[in-house]
Nanobody
Framework: QVYLVEPGGGSVQAGGSMTLSCAASDPVLMRYVMGWFRQAPGKEREFVAGIHWTGGTKYADSVKGRFTISKNGTKKTADLQMNSLKPEDTAIYYC???????????????WSQGTQVTVSS
């Protein structure tokens, strides 16, 4: 069974930090690539970060050095730690699970309902 649930999100001032957590079932955490996408108003949805079930990670250039993706086996979550947030990080953030990095976000991927993150200047 695949489920992705991501409570959280909210508002923060520029320069602040926020952590998004995505709860997933064991099969997803153990066998899928998990990641985060975001969509800002008037813009296309974009990849933010991803983590392979082996632990390998990938990041969009715009968030490298500021965001960190990880998995927590105890809480059964994939977490996105966001530091040094900028107003341009404002978007709806989606947790996604797919079979590999190449297909992550494509048809066949699993999506959460999305959560709003707002960064004010």
């Amino acid at each position: 069974q695949v489920y992705l649930v991501e409570p959280g999100g909210g508002s923060v001032q520029a320069g602040g930090s926020m952590t998004l957590s995505c709860a997933a079932s064991d099969p997803v955490l153990m066998r899928y690539v998990m990641g985060w996408f975001r969509q800002a108003p008037g813009k296309e949805r974009e990849f933010v970060a991803g983590i392979h079930w082996t632990g390998g990670t990938k990041y969009a250039d715009s968030v490298k050095g500021r965001f960190t993706i990880s998995k927590n086996g105890t809480k059964k979550t994939a977490d996105l730690q966001m530091n040094s947030l900028k107003p341009e990080d404002t978007a709806i953030y989606y947790c996604v699970a797919g079979i590999d990095f190449r297909s992550l976000g494509n048809s066949g991927s699993y999506w959460s309902q999305g959560t709003q993150v707002t960064v004010s200047s």
